[in-house]
């Protein structure tokens, strides 16, 4: 069994080491990877959490979220309290199990229920709590609750940069014919496009907005700078900033 957690721990981060070594006592047999994204990102999550649940991988994988910024209340919490623990069983057989925190189960796009299992306790919830929630679920153990209501997520909005700059958008449609020069706008950043059924359809130093290698059903546009970072170009614009199309 594969368990992938995504979490804003950091990358190289004690956190990430002391939850994968939980899981290896509570689920031995598993395997445990971690893909980290920025601090209280729940945008970054949320995408992430839906390209490794819903493409393809083996059945029986679990995606664990956990980025918990606890901005739901801002009055004092009481014993480390913040977003309870969700889950979503898909059709393909992958349980989806994170914190209802901001949109970090909203890209799933199925019904995601409360998790019978405490939300306070301990500072380090991800560790001393979610995880046995979790095993129990992968047993089989009944602990689902009421179905939840998830924000949508963002439209023609940045979900993701990774590794490269390249910043992953909302975009499922072309914003102008194909071969067409456009302004694109990110904060307070514009700089000018071109649009491609291609990243690499540009010459070098060229940016391309294009069908990139993420997304399910439909591919995620993104913008590519050819040979440079796109997410340096646009003032690395965080997760959920809205990618306009200027005149």
Request: hydrophobic share 45%; aromatic share 8%.
């Given at each position: 069994?594969?368990?992938?957690?995504?979490?804003?721990?950091?990358?190289?981060?004690?956190?990430?080491?002391?939850?994968?070594?939980?899981f290896a006592?509570?689920?031995?047999?598993?395997?445990?990877s971690a893909?980290?994204?920025?601090?209280?990102?729940?945008?970054?999550?949320?995408?992430?959490?839906?390209?490794?649940?819903?493409?393809?991988?083996?059945?029986?994988?679990?995606?664990?979220?956990?980025?918990?910024?606890?901005?739901?209340?801002?009055?004092?919490?009481?014993?480390?309290?913040?977003?309870?623990?969700?889950?979503?069983?898909?059709?393909?057989?992958?349980?989806?199990?994170?914190?209802?925190?901001?949109?970090?189960?909203?890209?799933?796009?199925?019904?995601?229920?409360?998790?019978?299992?405490?939300?306070?306790?301990?500072?380090?919830?991800?560790?001393?709590?979610?995880?046995?929630?979790?095993?129990?679920?992968?047993?089989?153990?009944?602990?689902?609750?009421?179905?939840?209501?998830?924000?949508?997520?963002?439209?023609?909005?940045?979900?993701?940069?990774?590794?490269?700059?390249?910043?992953?958008?909302?975009?499922?449609?072309?914003?102008?014919?194909?071969?067409?020069?456009?302004?694109?706008?990110?904060?307070?950043?514009?700089?000018?496009?071109?649009?491609?059924?291609?990243?690499?359809?540009?010459?070098?130093?060229?940016?391309?907005?294009?069908?990139?290698?993420?997304?399910?059903?439909?591919?995620?546009?993104?913008?590519?700078?050819?040979?440079?970072s796109a997410?340096?170009?646009?003032?690395?614009?965080?997760?959920?900033?809205?990618?306009?199309?200027?005149?």
């Open positions: 069994m594969l368990i992938t957690v995504v979490a804003d721990y950091g990358v190289g981060d004690l956190a990430f080491a002391e939850v994968r070594q939980r006592q509570l689920m031995p047999h598993a395997e445990v893909v980290p994204v920025p601090a209280f990102d729940t945008v970054s999550a949320g995408f992430c959490v839906a390209q490794l649940a819903l493409t393809d991988g083996p059945a029986d994988r679990i995606v664990f979220a956990n980025v918990a910024p606890r901005f739901d209340d801002a009055d004092p919490r009481p014993d480390n309290a913040g977003e309870s623990l969700a889950a979503a069983q898909l059709d393909s057989g992958v349980l989806v199990v994170g914190v209802a925190s901001g949109f970090s189960l909203s890209f799933l796009g199925a019904p995601v229920r409360a998790v019978k299992a405490a939300d306070a306790g301990s500072q380090f919830r991800s560790r001393d709590v979610f995880p046995a929630a979790l095993a129990a679920l992968a047993h089989g153990e009944d602990l689902l609750g009421e179905e939840l209501t998830m924000p949508p997520p963002p439209t023609n909005a940045v979900v993701y940069t990774d590794g490269y700059g390249n910043l992953k958008t909302s975009w499922h449609e072309p914003p102008a014919e194909t071969g067409s020069l456009v302004r694109v706008k990110i904060g307070t950043h514009i700089a000018k496009a071109i649009v491609t059924d291609g990243v690499f359809s540009v010459p070098e130093g060229a940016m391309s907005f294009a069908p990139g290698s993420s997304g399910w059903g439909e591919p995620f546009y993104e913008l590519l700078r050819r040979g440079g997410a340096t170009t646009f003032g690395r614009p965080t997760s959920g900033t809205p990618v306009e199309i200027l005149p």
